[in-house]
């Protein structure tokens, strides 16, 4: 299967949600702070990763990336 991971860096993140209307199935955010929540950190299928490639491409904060 798919052996990437999606690493967050809370510092960076604005809070936007872009994340969660791309993929609302793997990130949430914080009640408190509106900052991003990684529910799914392993996309399980291609379907996952490239819906996981799109948040990373749209955060404006820049505080998502993939790591193999």
């Given at each position: 299967?798919?052996?990437?991971?999606?690493?967050?860096?809370?510092?960076?993140?604005?809070?936007?949600?872009?994340c969660v209307?791309?993929?609302?199935?793997?990130?949430?955010?914080?009640?408190?702070?509106g900052?991003?929540?990684?529910?799914?950190?392993?996309?399980?299928?291609?379907?996952?990763?490239?819906?996981?490639k799109?948040?990373?491409?749209?955060?404006?904060?820049?505080?998502?990336?993939?790591?193999?």
């Open positions: 299967m798919v052996n990437v991971r999606i690493v967050v860096d809370r510092d960076r993140c604005v809070g936007a949600g872009q209307l791309t993929d609302p199935d793997a990130f949430d955010q914080d009640d408190e702070d900052l991003v929540i990684v529910q799914r950190p392993e996309p399980a299928d291609d379907a996952e990763l490239t819906r996981a799109e948040a990373v491409n749209v955060c404006p904060g820049r505080a998502l990336s993939l790591a193999e």
